[in-house]
């Protein structure tokens, strides 16, 4: 019916031949299966509903019929409560899916959390996930729909997850230009002048360092920051040396770091994500680069002033 899904239809008894009232047929996505019921043999067939798999057996038990979901491997019935997550159709003509697989419950007093999570898309293959660099017990999945999973372990008896769907799929944008182009931003903003320079590594600095510079990242992964900060300070000695701590970020333009007349603007933030607002504030807000800013979003920041002693 073009969503993806399979139906499972017209499952009754044959009573033809001699499994007369003993032989169920179940009829999915065009094909007919069939399976005794009429004795102790196991007897069983896998039948797919879009990505997944679902086996159909009589377990050995006369008179007995039990339809269960596989993992994504095929390997295992699923028995344990879980929630099936099912996405739109992706650019590849797919329909993936989640399984959002729950604890028993059946040893512990503290409620049922997350047990596994698996996808179709990569088979639950572990390349498809990451533990945070700043928090290992944030683990994050994503998908080429552009969903994304995050699993929380920071209470070992009972993980929690966080399921991103976008309302349509995420595709990536790539702009190539020759060395001598620059990039600006679209539409309007206020107070700002597009930044059309070359993008260079911090390894690579020197090749434009009679520029003004504008320095993206922490002085803990970039070593051009750290020559204008003064170190490569990272985590608790980066809020010493800064003032910047959890939920901050700088923005600091220094003068002949690199070369003389010339400014470097640091833009980092405590982490990944403060950086972006510092990236944000930057590109929507009116700043001197020859000043040291503070701030806490991608609107708010404030001017760090020095007082000076007679």
């Known amino acids: 019916d073009g969503d993806g899904y399979t139906s ?18 179940f009829t999915a996505g065009g094909t007919t299966y069939s399976i005794n019921t009429s004795n102790s043999a196991n007897r069983s067939f896998t039948v797919a ?7 159909v057996s009589n377990y050995g038990t006369a008179n007995s019929v039990r339809l ?6 095929e390997t295992v019935e699923i028995i344990r409560p879980a929630v099936v997550i099912f996405q739109e159709k992706d650019d590849n003509n797919r329909y993936e899916a989640l399984i959002v697989e729950l604890e028993d419950g059946a040893t512990s007093d ?15 293959a572990a390349g498809w996930k990451s533990s945070r660099y700043t928090d290992s017990k944030q683990e994050d ?26 309302k349509e799929q995420i595709h990536a944008q790539l702009y190539v230009t020759e060395e001598a182009a620059s990039i600006t931003t679209g539409g309007s903003t206020t107070g700002v002048t597009a930044l059309g320079e070359v993008l260079v590594k911090d390894s690579e600095v020197s090749s434009v360092s009679s520029k003004n510079l504008i320095i993206v990242g922490g002085s803990c992964i970039n070593s051009a ?4 900060l003064g170190g490569s300070y990272c985590s608790a ?30 833009v980092a933030g405590y982490e990944a994500a403060d950086t972006v607002n510092a ?13 040291e800013y503070k701030g806490t979003s991608a609107t708010a920041a404030t001017l760090v002033t020095t007082e000076t002693t007679a």
């Open 279 to 291: 990236a944000k504030y930057l590109t929507t807000q009116t700043v001197d680069t020859s000043k």
């Open 49 to 55: 509903a879009g990505q997944l798999k679902y086996n």
């Open 141 to 166: 999945r994503a998908n080429l729909w552009g969903s994304i999973i995050t699993v929380d372990s920071s209470d070992s008896d009972q993980k929690s997850a966080t399921i991103s769907y976008p």
């Open 237 to 266: 000695d980066f809020t010493t040396a800064t003032g910047v701590g959890t939920g901050e970020f700088l923005l600091k333009g220094v003068t002949g770091a690199y070369t003389t007349g010339k400014i470097a603007l640091v």
């Open 8 to 25: 499972i239809s017209s499952i009754g008894r044959d009573g033809a031949g001699t499994m007369t009232s003993d032989r169920w047929n």
């Open 225 to 228: 920051a750290a020559k204008v």
């Open 68 to 73: 269960r979901l596989l993992t994504v491997a």
């Open 110 to 124: 503290d409620g049922l959390g997350i047990d596994s999570i698996e996808d179709t898309w990569s088979a639950a």
